[in-house]
């Protein structure tokens, strides 16, 4: 490590683009969050001002990618976050027709409990769980969302 960088965590991550290409590779967590004590989470990546990230595909290229190209992120299940709130099951419908289901976790002020304020007060990305992975899925690029 030199005086500038500071070493990531490697995360394996499926990226879904608005135009149906599908990349398999790394994205870069920091080691230390900047809103929580603990390592960065996924989600706080695409919460960052920043428009492009940083992304090492599986055959060892790197490029920059655009947030807003993208439909949703897969991950691996991992040492499950501490998420409080209400557990909604959903299903979603991007543009083009691809449906994911999954749950999402409403934690909102006493009489904003539903699924249109939770939606409508989460612009952006947002996380959704299932069994076999879990998802951070772009808001903007969801044509129908649903109780499952």
């Not at 940083?54 to 991992?78: C, E, M, W």
């Not at 976050?81 to 409403?106: K, P, Q, S």
């Amino acid at each position: 490590m030199n005086d500038y960088r500071v070493e990531k965590i490697e995360l394996p991550v499926t990226l879904f683009l608005a135009d149906g290409v599908v990349h398999e590779g790394i994205l870069f967590l920091s080691p230390f969050s900047p809103s929580h004590s603990g390592q960065q989470r996924l989600v706080e990546i695409f919460h960052e001002p920043d428009v492009f990230f940083p992304f090492r595909d599986k055959s060892g290229r790197f490029a920059l990618v655009n947030k807003s190209a993208i439909t949703h992120v897969r991950y691996p299940l991992q040492e499950e976050e501490r998420e409080f709130g209400n557990w909604n099951r959903v299903r979603l419908t991007f543009y083009g027709g691809e449906l994911l289901e999954g749950d999402i976790i409403i934690a909102m002020p006493a009489g904003k409990g539903r699924l249109q304020d939770y939606v409508n007060s989460t612009p952006g990305f947002f996380c959704l769980y299932s069994h076999d992975a879990h998802y951070i899925v772009n808001g903007d690029l969801i044509r129908e969302i649903a109780p499952a």
